[in-house]
């Protein structure tokens, strides 16, 4: 079972969900774009910053190697010379035109020098600044200088010189014994290769150099001072943002080159000719990025400060043996900044987007939406059952379209399945109910021929129901409808459908049996059958289908839920017909075994119980039948016919209460009776008789004439006496008050009991004898009514205040005058109550049985039939506008039938002219309806009921007028 979900749950329209998607989705995209592009333009730029400083390495590389390669290339060429052995200061100025061309073509060189190994020492210097100038007090259009140093004359000699090498000025001044030899540099040269110092800050210059050296074959240095300015400004040239930085450290972090010269003091003189090292440097950035490196062997990205930096440390090659370090790094924020440009850009085009978006999507979303809801709206008609929506617009999704469509076909079946239940439902007529099934299913399914079967009784032969067929010829239907199926024979129908209660296809060329109009020669087609099952899921039938032509295979999957849900409500449907017919049938026979069981318990009163509903359903029907007034409007739907027919046969059901011994009695006396007084009296009698024999034996045997026509005369009053209350006793004649007055006269006389009369009697005798005082012998009178004749009620005796039959004072009155003196028939006043009280217990026994709504009116019209139509009937005391035609048209029958029954002990049966005669007089008295009985003799339903029931009698010649003349 599908559980269905009502439960309220938060929910939105779908196209709150379409619009809300395509934002979503535009917005996910927007920033996937937004962190791709981020991602992308940072890696890109990123790895362009690599790649940057992997060439800024480069070129650092060729930049360190330009600015020593002329260097190094000289003084290899010097120390080959005649220089090397130049001992005066003339032969050393020869010189100065050669390296003064070297020192203009590099003038990152600053200087030349050669140390003696008697520690006298040339150097030629490129006045490249003017406090430099101002340091050696040269002139103002010098350009070089050379000087010159002598340990033996002790004599330091400057000679100043212009850009064409024009001598400007010479002096002499007392050396200062700067001795050469004392240098690093000269001490660490050697001849077989060139060596290079550690940078240094040379103060005069304000710049940092480096010194390369190389010792010649006879003990001379050369050395050339190598300013290391272009390196530090080619590092600068690769910035882009000021906050950049590129430094050039060795291993024991001594500074080569650097950007920015605000990282050092130029003005601190303690830096004079000594290293510089990265300490040294007013930057603590270039302190932590590395020690990040040395941390972690790798910079990348680092924080300081709180900001991000991105940095690299290439390697250099200064020369074989030697590798320098470059630092560079820049705040990722500046080095990013075109990414955080364009992420920006992205971010306001995907707002813009999104601006552009949202109001498309909506009216995208309600296009779409708009047909789904359309068939939601469908669809919830259809939970309603309402078939009458119309179709929505057409979507041109796919999806939506085949939603659209699916739900037209839905409502179609679902709409002729409903209607056709309903009218499943609504039809009495099983044969109509069948055939419109038929029909239905078979333009419902596309099938081209129907074929229902139901099993017989014996669940031996298929009866069929309803056949039909395309191009079917009425005979031949006419015909086929006649054959039987038997079920007996093994066959794949048999097996399939009765045994394993499944549905069977058979190939339609291969089924004996058929018409041949039903598949014409060459043509294919598929019988499918299916089982009808029970609630017991017993197969009480078959239901079959002829699909033709090749698409048989899609019909069938596609109707196939429809059908076995169709029949399976068909076959429910079927056998509760069947079992409420079984059931009427079982109330049927059960409301006439009590009718048979009543006139069996009575057989005085004949089989009234069967016939009065037999003249009612007639006299009913006539009625029914009759256009004139008053009945002209008057109808009996069949549920009506059904309600007359069981409240006829109830009509006297009440009568099971009434004891037998009331209802039978024949003779007033007649009463149960314990048969002991009887016997006890025999005994008397004996007694007598005893008396009599002794006393005759001792007493003269002739009796005086007058004693023997005393005692004739005395037996023969009693004799006529007896017959006297032997012919009231049978309550044939009317009472008259001197008959009652003889009778009591009678009953005064009395005879005496000798025996005990409370011998053999039941308890309920002895209680009520035991009100009386019994005493042995005594004279007791001939009739009497005793204290012990009346018998009380047992329980409650009050009785519902709306009937108008109220108990008598005692349940039984068995006095014997008082039985004696009934006036007409044989029953006394309790007698009479008990008899009359039946219609009550028919009433009550009726109202408390469960009838459907359409059989509520059963009591009244049962209970009805002693009703007179001016109100003084009984037990309720209604007049004829108060009671239903059927319970006055039962009241016609019950009276119909007692006046001309020929089962009642007390009275005997009337003609049909006396019956009528009698009636007429009821009719006169207002007893029963004048419009009923003109019908009743009109339309012969009481010659009718003559020919069926009357001995012959019984039906003499009736003049009809004359008892219509009222």
């Given at each position: 079972m599908i559980r269905v979900d009502h439960q309220k749950r938060f929910s939105f329209p779908l196209h709150i969900h379409i619009s809300t998607l395509f934002v979503v989705l535009i917005l996910c995209m927007s920033l996937t774009q937004i962190w791709l592009t981020n991602r992308s333009m940072e890696s890109v730029l990123l790895e362009a910053n690599k790649k940057i400083f992997s060439r800024i390495a480069s070129e650092t590389h060729g930049t360190l190697k330009a600015q020593y390669d002329p260097a190094l290339s000289a003084i290899s060429a010097f120390r080959q010379g005649n220089l090397a052995s130049a001992s005066s200061f003339n032969q050393r100025i020869e010189y100065v035109y050669e390296i003064g061309s070297l020192l203009l073509e590099y003038p990152?060189?600053?200087?030349?020098?050669?140390?003696?190994?008697?520690?006298?020492?040339?150097?030629?210097?490129?006045?490249?600044?003017?406090?430099?100038?101002?340091?050696?007090?040269?002139?103002?259009?010098?350009?070089?200088?050379?000087?010159?140093?002598?340990?033996?004359?002790?004599?330091?000699?400057?000679?100043?010189?212009?850009?064409?090498?024009?001598?400007?000025?010479?002096?002499?001044?007392?050396?200062?014994?700067?001795?050469?030899r004392t240098r690093d540099w000269f001490k660490q040269s050697v001849v077989e290769e060139a060596r290079i110092s550690d940078p240094y800050f040379f103060y005069r210059l304000q710049k940092v150099g480096l010194t390369i050296h190389r010792k010649a074959a006879n003990g001379t240095v050369f050395a050339a001072d190598v300013l290391l300015q272009n390196l530090s400004d080619s590092l600068r040239e690769t910035l882009v943002e000021k906050s950049s930085v590129r430094v050039l450290f060795d291993d024991h972090q001594q500074v080569y080159a650097f950007s920015d010269p605000s990282y050092f003091d130029v003005q601190n003189r303690s830096l004079n000719n000594r290293r510089i090292y990265l300490s040294d440097l007013n930057s603590p950035m270039i302190t932590s990025a590395v020690q990040q490196q040395s941390k972690t062997n790798a910079l990348g990205e680092f924080e300081y400060n709180g900001e991000q930096w991105f940095g690299a440390l290439a390697d250099v090659e200064f020369y074989p043996g030697k590798t320098l370090h470059l630092l560079m790094a820049a705040k990722s924020d500046e080095l990013l900044h075109q990414a955080q440009v364009i992420r920006r850009n992205t971010v306001y085009l995907s707002i813009a987007l999104i601006l552009i978006v949202i109001p498309l999507a909506y009216l995208i979303s309600q296009m779409i939406a708009k047909p789904i809801r359309q068939e939601t709206n469908r669809a919830r008609a259809i939970e309603r059952l309402d078939f009458s929506t119309e179709n929505g617009i057409y979507s041109r999704v796919r999806e939506i379209y085949q939603l659209r469509s699916s739900l037209q076909s839905m409502q179609a079946t679902l709409q002729r399945f409903v209607m056709l239940t309903s009218r499943i439902a609504h039809e009495a007529d099983t044969d109509k109910l069948l055939h419109m099934v038929c029909d239905e299913v078979s333009d419902a399914i596309e099938a081209k021929g129907v074929f229902l079967y139901l099993l017989d009784s014996e669940h031996h032969l298929l009866k069929p129901r309803h056949v039909w067929w395309e191009e079917a010829d009425p005979l031949e239907l006419s015909a086929f409808e006649k054959k039987n199926m038997p079920t007996q024979r093994a066959s794949h129908f048999v097996r399939d459908v009765f045994i394993a209660k499944q549905r069977t296809v058979l190939d339609g060329n291969k089924v004996r049996g058929m018409p041949s109009s039903v598949l014409k020669s060459g043509e294919q087609g598929d019988y499918v059958f299916y089982p009808l099952l029970d609630r017991q899921r017993q197969v009480i039938g078959t239901f079959g289908v002829l699909y033709k032509g090749e698409q048989r295979q899609q019909y069938l999957e596609r109707y196939t839920h429809y059908i076995e849900m169709l029949i399976s409500y068909l076959s429910v449907t079927l056998d509760t017909r069947k079992l409420l017919k079984d059931q009427k049938a079982l109330l049927d026979s059960t409301i006439k075994l009590m009718a048979s069981a009543m006139d069996t318990k009575s057989p005085y009163t004949g089989n009234h119980c069967q016939r009065v509903p037999v003249l009612t359903e007639w006299l009913s029907k006539a009625a029914h039948d009759s256009d004139r007034e008053p009945f002209k409007a008057f109808s009996m739907s069949p549920n009506q016919f059904e309600e007359l027919h069981i409240a006829a046969w109830l009509h006297d059901c009440g009568k099971i209460t009434t004891p037998e011994h009331v209802v039978d009695k024949a003779t007033k006396l007649e009463t149960i009776y314990n048969r002991i007084h009887e016997i006890r009296t025999r005994f008397e009698v004996l007694k007598r008789d005893v008396e009599l024999e002794v006393c005759r034996?001792?007493?003269?045997?002739?009796?005086?004439?007058?004693?023997?026509q005393e005692m004739e005369q005395r037996m023969g009053e009693l004799d006529e006496e007896f017959a006297f209350i032997a012919d009231l006793n049978q309550g044939e004649q009317f009472v008259m008050d001197e008959d009652v007055e003889r009778l009591k006269r009678i009953g005064q006389r009395k005879w005496l009991r000798t025996m005990d009369k409370s011998l053999g009697l039941s308890w309920e005798e002895s209680d009520r004898l035991a009100q009386s005082t019994v005493t042995t012998p005594d004279f007791e009178h001939l009739l009497e009514d005793k204290p012990e004749h009346l018998i009380a009620w047992k329980g409650d005796r009050t009785r519902d205040a709306r009937f108008n039959l109220q108990p008598t004072q005692y349940q039984a009155n068995q006095g014997e005058l008082y039985n004696l003196s009934v006036k007409r028939g044989t029953l006394n006043e309790e007698e009479r109550f008990i008899i009359n009280d039946h219609i009550v217990q028919t009433i009550v026994m009726l109202e408390s049985l469960p009838f459907p709504s359409h059989m509520r009116r059963i009591p009244q019209i049962a209970g009805g039939h002693h009703e007179k139509m001016n109100g003084q009937g009984y037990p309720l005391g209604l007049k004829a506008s108060e009671m239903p035609l059927t319970a006055r048209a039962m009241a016609i029958a019950d009276i119909f039938e007692a006046l001309t029954s020929t089962d009642r002990p007390y009275k005997k049966a009337k003609t049909l002219s006396e019956s009528l005669q009698i009636m007429t007089r009821m009719v006169a008295d207002e007893h029963i309806d004048p419009d009923l009985f003109r019908l009743f003799i009109e339309s012969g339903v009481y010659m009718q009921y003559a020919r069926a029931f009357l001995k012959p009698e019984q039906i003499d010649h009736v003049d009809e007028a004359q008892y219509l003349s009222y």
């Open positions: 990152h060189i600053t200087s030349y020098t050669v140390s003696y190994p008697n520690g006298d020492f040339f150097v030629v210097s490129h006045l490249s600044t003017p406090q430099y100038k101002e340091d050696m007090k040269a002139p103002a259009h010098a350009r070089f200088v050379a000087a010159s140093s002598s340990v033996y004359s002790n004599r330091f000699v400057m000679a100043f010189y212009d850009t064409d090498f024009h001598e400007l000025y010479r002096t002499t001044e007392p050396s200062d014994n700067f001795d050469p034996r001792f007493l003269p045997p002739i009796l005086p004439d007058e004693a023997m």
